[in-house]
Each structure stands twice: as structure tokens, then as C-alpha cells.
């Protein structure tokens, strides 16, 4: 068993660290080499001690995408105190929230700003580097493998986002079964376009520091080539993106200037036909396409390159520490090839909910976690996912999964993206209800949209916009459908 210092995930990370582990912030072109990121992620967790913060301690760190967010980050942690990675936006516009969920006792932002929590008082605020960069080095905080190193806050794409508690442990765990999935080296450098409060983001930067490569930060995919300048700039060997990012890059940019080793897919289903596109565009890149769940720190399944063809709908075998089950609505096992719950268990999953013991009861039982997605098994081991138990429609007494109709609609030439939900209809109980954005130019789309769904799926109606709305992880945002 390890010792009880080397448990601290942050300090272990920094032990890691390589010739090649810079980070980088790609707009400003800052670089951090790896002489002076150990400095400054103790030093980051030095400040956070000497304002008083004590072991155990919630810190909220408002997350940009920059190099010193990273150093916050995993400064608190090296700290031994709980990191609380948010938005930086949501920080600003929601700040006694947070303090009141996490009870945090210190934020850390970017660039200096008053905050003031009213009703809270005022907590200590740090921000941007520690003042002192050559200060000695500090040893990390002796934590155990149980002890809580980050809450991460679910992606709210329903409502209210819960804070799921993640150990030392769990993070250690993800970040080296990931490392052998996807056959990581020394020498990779990801390009990382998704913030350190989405858990997928922060995975790929735990991933490719802890292996001993570097990461940049690019904050600028609102013009995408950009972006894949930079990655050629920098010499990026990952690309992290969930499918709203993928779907940019196929439409609205220079994607086959690139040249890359990897994409690494998640955080919802990617179309076959976008995947196959990707592939034939960067043909000498390997993409794959993996399933997570925050609960799960994050990554669960990872579905190998060398068998996408074969597997393609798939999201892949479980990682080599992972277990998983698929029951029916009474807890009894299924047969390969039948659809219920899946269910997952390792090293990786969380403890539970912050302040939510009701949930956690249901949701973590008996060390398995309840994923609420339902899925198949098939003969290989490969996980299916047919969607969320709670993610589908009943038309005609018929379960209609959203993600089927999604997948469906995005066939259709000339549809750049689609969105569905559910409405109240007399006839059938339930229909559907979708959201298209078109490509441009492209012309009666919503004539060829209904004629490509099958009869029995009653489509109350077809609204076209210029765009989806999204959570700030780029998921679609469904809380925000329904009030449209």
C-alpha cells in the first residue's frame, strides 16, 4: 500500500512530471515549463495554508482556461483541501450560492476582483499566481486514498447541478486506467479547449500532466481555426471535444490542415456518420469515443480505435479497474443483448452526493453506481447505451429514447444539429417536440426533417433556430429547451 503522503493525488502528479510537461496558455503564448510548475503549484498551496485554511477546507476556484487556473487547481488539492472547480462566470453571478452549498471557505480567481458574499461575510480571496515564485518547495499535505480532493458539480443539463464528492483515491485511479487505454507517452501534449470545472476536461489535464506531458490552453474555439492553428503551433498530440465541438469542426472550420495522434470523444453520443466523417478527414489521427459519468471520476468505458468499425455505436469496454452489471427493474441480472440499467463499480466511483444523502442512498448502493442510463451488453463486453432511463418520451404507450431521435434527424442532409423533447398531446400523450439548426443555405428542411421520422413518432412540431442552447460544458442544455 502506498504511503499515506503519496495518496495526495496532486502530489503524486508533480513526482510525474517530465521534460515535456509544460503548460501552456495558447492566446498569449505563456508558457509554464516543468522546472517551474512544481514551484508554483506548491507555492499555490502554501498561499492557500497561510490564509488561513486548514486540511479538509473547501476551496472554490474560478475556472478560465489559462495555465494559472490549472496551478490553482491542483495547488489546493497539493494543499490537502477540497478544490470546488466552477465556471468563473457562475462564480461572479452566483458566488453566495456556492458558499452556501460547498461551505467553502476561500475563492480563488484569475484576475484580482472584489467579491463580497453577502449574508456570508467575507472569505479569503486569492488570485492569480502566488506572489513569491521562488520560494522552496513545500512537500504536499499527507492525505489518504478516502480523503476528498474535489467536488465536482454534475452538468446541470436537467436543473440543478449536484456536487459529487472525489477522492484522492478516485482521481488516481481514472487518470491511470486512462493512461493505458488510450497507450499515453511522455511526450503528448493535449489541446484542451474545455474548462476544469467540466470533469471531462479536467480529466484529459490530470491525464497527460500525471503520464508527464504538457497541456495548452486555448480559450478561443469561437473561431475554431484558431484553435487548430495552435494545435500544429504547439505540436498537440490530443484533441478533447464533446459532439457540439465535433460537429464545429466538421462545418465551420479548416479541420484537414491538422495533424494530430488522437481525438477523445464523450460526454454524449456523436453521430456514426460524424465519426466516420472525422476519421476520413485527419485519416492519421486515431479517434476515440469513451463514456463517463461525473459519479464515475469520470471516464468508465473506452471504446479502442483499432475496432471502430467494428464496434461503431458503441462506446466501448470498460476500463481494465471497472465492473459492470445490467439489471432489469428488479435488480436481476440480464442476458448479453437485453437492455436495463447499467450499473458500475471500481475504484473510480464517488462516495456520493454532497449534502444529498437521500440520492446517494439511491444512486450509490452497495459500492455499485446506479448510472440511470439504460444499455446492452453485447457478446465482446462492449457497452451500448440506448439513453437515459428518464430521457425518453412514450407515444402510443411506445418508449421513444430522445437520443434515437436526435440521432435519426441528424441524417438528414442539410442538418447541422437537432434537439428534442417531449410535449403533452391529446391523441398520442405524449410527442415530440424538436429544435433544428440547418446548415447554411440549406432549404426546406423542415418538409425533409418530418419525412425522415418513422410514422409512429408524432412530432407536435419542428421549430428552426440559428442555434442549441448549452450547458457551459457544451452539452445541450435541457432546463433551457423547456422554457423555450
Not at 471557505?105 to 467579491?115: G, M, S, Y
Not at 498537440?236 to 465535433?246: D, K, L, M, Q, R
Not at 391523441?427 to 423542415?446: M, S
Request: glycine share 8%; hydrophobic share 40%.
Amino acid at each position: 500500500m502506498a504511503a499515506i503522503d503519496e495518496c495526495n493525488f496532486a502530489g503524486h502528479l508533480v513526482k510525474r512530471l517530465g521534460p515535456r510537461s509544460y503548460l501552456i496558455d495558447a492566446a498569449t503564448a505563456e508558457s509554464i515549463g516543468p522546472s517551474d510548475i512544481p514551484r508554483l503549484i506548491s507555492s499555490s498551496g502554501a498561499a492557500f495554508l497561510s490564509a488561513g485554511l486548514r486540511k479538509g477546507d473547501r476551496v472554490l476556484i474560478g475556472c478560465a482556461l489559462s495555465p494559472s487556473s490549472g496551478i490553482a487547481y491542483l495547488g489546493a488539492i497539493y494543499a490537502g483541501l477540497i478544490a470546488v472547480p466552477v465556471e468563473d462566470r457562475r462564480l461572479t453571478a452566483s458566488g453566495d450560492m456556492l458558499v452556501r452549498e460547498t461551505n467553502a471557505r476561500a475563492v480563488w480567481t484569475e484576475k484580482d476582483q472584489p467579491l463580497k458574499w453577502r449574508g456570508y461575510g467575507s472569505i479569503p480571496h486569492l488570485h492569480g499566481y502566488p506572489a513569491d515564485k521562488g520560494s522552496e518547495m513545500l512537500p504536499p499535505v499527507a492525505c489518504a486514498e478516502n480523503d476528498l480532493a474535489v467536488l465536482w458539480a454534475t452538468s446541470g443539463s436537467t436543473g440543478a447541478p449536484r456536487f459529487v464528492m472525489i477522492s484522492h483515491g478516485n482521481l488516481a485511479a481514472n487518470t491511470e486506467a486512462i493512461i493505458r487505454s488510450q497507450h499515453l507517452a511522455s511526450d503528448e501534449r493535449a489541446m484542451l479547449i474545455l474548462p476544469l470545472n467540466y470533469c471531462f476536461g479536467a480529466s484529459v489535464f490530470h491525464t497527460h500532466l500525471y503520464q508527464g506531458g504538457g497541456v495548452v490552453f486555448d480559450r478561443r474555439f469561437m473561431f475554431p481555426d484558431k484553435v487548430l492553428r495552435a494545435i500544429d503551433k504547439f505540436g498537440c498530440t490530443t484533441f478533447a471535444g464533446v459532439p457540439t465541438v465535433y460537429n464545429i469542426l466538421l462545418r465551420r472550420s479548416n479541420l484537414k490542415s491538422i495533424t494530430l495522434r488522437r481525438f477523445l470523444q464523450a460526454g454524449g453520443a456523436l453521430t456514426p456518420q460524424h465519426i466516420r466523417e472525422m476519421r476520413a478527414t485527419v485519416p492519421t489521427a486515431k479517434f476515440y469515443v469513451m463514456y463517463g459519468q461525473t459519479e464515475a471520476a469520470p471516464r468508465i468505458s473506452n471504446l479502442d480505435p483499432e475496432r471502430l468499425d467494428e464496434k461503431l455505436g458503441s462506446v466501448g469496454r470498460p476500463l481494465d479497474n471497472l465492473t459492470v452489471r445490467i439489471v432489469d427493474e428488479n435488480e436481476r441480472d440480464l442476458p448479453t443483448g437485453e437492455v436495463g440499467e447499467l450499473l458500475v463499480r471500481g475504484p473510480s466511483i464517488s462516495s456520493g452526493y454532497l449534502n444529498d444523502l437521500e440520492e446517494s442512498r439511491r444512486v450509490f448502493r452497495d459500492g455499485w453506481l446506479w448510472t440511470g442510463d439504460l444499455a446492452h451488453l453485447d457478446e465482446d463486453g462492449y457497452i451500448w447505451i440506448h439513453g437515459r432511463k428518464s430521457a425518453f418520451l412514450k407515444i402510443r404507450g411506445v418508449r421513444v429514447s430522445f437520443a434515437e431521435v436526435e440521432a435519426t434527424v441528424a441524417t438528414v442532409p442539410g442538418v447541422y444539429e437537432c434537439a428534442a423533447a417531449a410535449t403533452t398531446h391529446e391523441e398520442v400523450g405524449e410527442a415530440l417536440v424538436l429544435w433544428v439548426v440547418p446548415e447554411q443555405g440549406a432549404q426546406n428542411i423542415e418538409q425533409q426533417v418530418r419525412r425522415s421520422l418513422p410514422l409512429n413518432w408524432t412530432c407536435a412540431s419542428i421549430k428552426i433556430v440559428s442555434e442549441i442552447p448549452k450547458t457551459s460544458h457544451g452539452k445541450i442544455s435541457l432546463s433551457s429547451l423547456r422554457e423555450k
